[in-house]
């Protein structure tokens, strides 16, 4: 989500399609007949383009949905030939039906630049300056504040931290400024080397102050924080996640193995940031928490697809099996076949907010289907059950929604997420912005220590002015559409 725009990626445009001569046929073939006959072909050794059209390009689409799409019978049908580009047809390619809160129940369905999918998706790459907003109003009067900041980039070299609040982008006020294009291009840049100056008040700052920041190529780290808390009841170990991509599993393997030589206890695991990711990620950290004894022949998920594909996956074309907690390594990022290390915790304490999202939802329910305790502190979590196979046709790779996940008790039915206290034991808490991460007296890690040592949740806050509270607020996470999901292994 931008500021006051929706945040998608891709073209939307609708209009005269680019094959005027061709004719959408009464029969559509299997999608392997269509698959990499591009109306412009990519060259080189790694790809199978052939030359073809924008028609066939939209009718691969319009096979692949009938036959994988989740939710295939609710799928308008919309004619190819009205749309000018195949991200604009495979746009209308899903459902429009609403969950019981009324949220749309595709909520998840988006493209990416297939070479810029694979440098994010292995390498946590992408352009930005290095901070993570949390919109808490996105439309005026409108509030922007830094979650976390990456070390050694821009924002890091220029003193930006948590909880530093956006005042202006390139002299547009942020809070009810018009020049949303301005904001956005500020805020959110495209690509390396784009120069933005931004007015910010700092954390506990009393006046504001400008920086003049440089994209740049930035590399996420999913896996930080790592202080032991000594309590009168044993140590707490302490770990931000932020999320599950390819150097996760390296991250996890040595935060695991720091933390069972503290000796800790109890675990507080931060995932208030985490929108998703490789689901093969999320059951190792499952296994890791937990250990053989709770995991030894459970499951972790189970796909469901759609009731065309009851017993064989119909993207691998095997039968399909559960997931179990795996416990070795799988070469993400450390050697394949490696034991993995565990801290065999029967508890976990987890923090949550809205950004809290799809494979670390499945972290979540995963444990609780092998009765691992999850306390939940935090805000209710974003609700995605769902998953895809990232399918790449023609240079674009499309993700359209195509298992549900269930735990090793059978259930995945959280649409509008788990909720603190009625999902999981647990508080409702706000994100508190005027604390660094880690810190003890941050009010959502604070709860959860309270509740580990009283078993009651922490008193509300009372109701303050319409000002907005940074201690106790939370928002919307605009992260990249990838980062917010759960997604297998993809296939080429």
């Given at each position: 989500m931008l500021l006051a725009t929706s945040f998608t990626f891709g073209t939307s445009g609708v209009g005269c399609g680019g094959d005027d001569d061709q004719t959408v046929p009464d029969t559509i073939e299997p999608e392997a007949v269509y698959a990499a006959r591009c109306q412009s072909p990519r060259s080189g050794s790694d790809f199978s383009d052939v030359k073809g059209s924008l028609l066939d390009e939209q009718l691969w689409l319009r096979s692949w949905t009938d036959n994988t799409y989740l939710w295939y019978q609710e799928v308008p049908h919309a004619d190819p030939k009205a749309f000018s580009s195949a991200i604009a047809y495979f746009n209308v390619l899903k459902t429009g039906v609403v969950t019981k809160s009324g949220k749309a129940k595709d909520r998840f369905h988006f493209t990416y630049n297939t070479a810029d999918w694979e440098a994010l998706s292995q390498t946590g790459v992408e352009a930005s300056y290095g901070f993570l907003?949390?919109?808490?109003?996105?439309?005026?009067?409108?509030?922007?504040?830094?979650?976390?900041?990456?070390?050694?980039?821009?924002?890091?070299?220029?003193?930006?931290?948590?909880?530093?609040s956006i005042i202006s982008v390139d002299g547009v006020?942020?809070?009810?400024?018009?020049?949303?294009?301005?904001?956005?291009?500020?805020?959110?840049?495209?690509?390396?080397?784009?120069?933005?100056?931004?007015?910010?008040?700092?954390?506990?700052?009393?006046?504001?102050?400008?920086?003049?920041?440089?994209?740049?190529?930035?590399?996420?780290?999913?896996?930080k924080n790592l202080p032991v808390i000594t309590t009168d009841t044993g140590k707490v170990g302490y770990l931000v996640f932020n999320d599950h991509i390819a150097t996760a599993e390296k991250g996890w393997v040595d935060a695991v193995n720091q933390l069972a030589g503290a000796g800790i206890s109890d675990l507080v695991l931060d995932m208030r940031y985490n929108g998703?990711?490789?689901?093969?990620?999320?059951?190792?950290?499952?296994?890791?928490?937990?250990?053989?004894?709770h995991t030894a022949g459970k499951t972790f998920e189970t796909t469901q697809f759609n009731d065309k594909h009851t017993t064989m996956d119909?993207?691998?074309?095997?039968?399909?099996?559960?997931?179990?907690?795996?416990?070795?390594?799988?070469?993400?990022?450390?050697?394949?076949?490696?034991?993995?290390?565990?801290?065999?915790?029967?508890?976990?304490?987890?923090?949550?907010?809205?950004g809290?999202?799809?494979?670390?939802?499945?972290?979540?329910?995963?444990?609780?289907?092998?009765?691992?305790?999850?306390?939940?502190?935090?805000?209710?979590?974003?609700?995605?059950?769902?998953?895809f196979y990232p399918?790449?046709?023609?240079?674009?790779?499309?993700?359209?929604?195509?298992?549900?996940?269930?735990?090793?008790?059978?259930?995945?039915?959280?649409?509008?997420?788990?909720?603190?206290g009625v999902g999981f034991t647990g508080c409702v808490v706000g994100d508190d912005f005027?604390?660094?991460?880690?810190?003890?007296?941050e009010g959502r890690l604070a709860a959860a220590l309270s509740y580990r040592a009283t078993g009651a949740c922490p008193a509300q806050p009372a109701a303050r002015s319409s000002e907005i509270d940074l201690s106790s607020a939370d928002g919307e996470v605009p992260k990249s559409l990838w980062r917010q999901n759960r997604i297998m292994t993809r296939l080429r």
């Open positions: 907003l949390v919109l808490i109003s996105a439309a005026p009067p409108r509030k922007a504040v830094i979650a976390y900041t990456e070390p050694n980039t821009p924002a890091a070299a220029a003193g930006i931290d948590r909880g530093a006020d942020l809070q009810n400024g018009s020049d949303v294009d301005t904001l956005n291009a500020g805020l959110f840049p495209n690509g390396p080397g784009e120069s933005h100056t931004l007015i910010i008040l700092d954390r506990g700052a009393s006046a504001p102050r400008a920086v003049a920041l440089t994209s740049a190529s930035i590399t996420n780290i999913p896996v998703g990711g490789y689901l093969a990620i999320a059951s190792q950290v499952a296994y890791m928490i937990a250990g053989p004894s119909p993207v691998t074309g095997q039968a399909i099996t559960p997931t179990p907690f795996l416990d070795k390594t799988l070469g993400f990022s450390v050697d394949e076949g490696q034991a993995l290390p565990t801290l065999g915790l029967s508890r976990v304490f987890v923090l949550t907010g809205p809290t999202c799809s494979a670390s939802e499945a972290v979540l329910n995963g444990l609780a289907g092998i009765d691992v305790q999850v306390i939940q502190i935090g805000a209710t979590t974003c609700g995605k059950p769902y998953g399918a790449d046709n023609c240079g674009t790779t499309y993700f359209s929604i195509q298992f549900q996940g269930v735990n090793n008790k059978g259930f995945g039915d959280y649409p509008d997420g788990f909720v603190p005027t604390h660094a991460l880690g810190d003890p007296a």
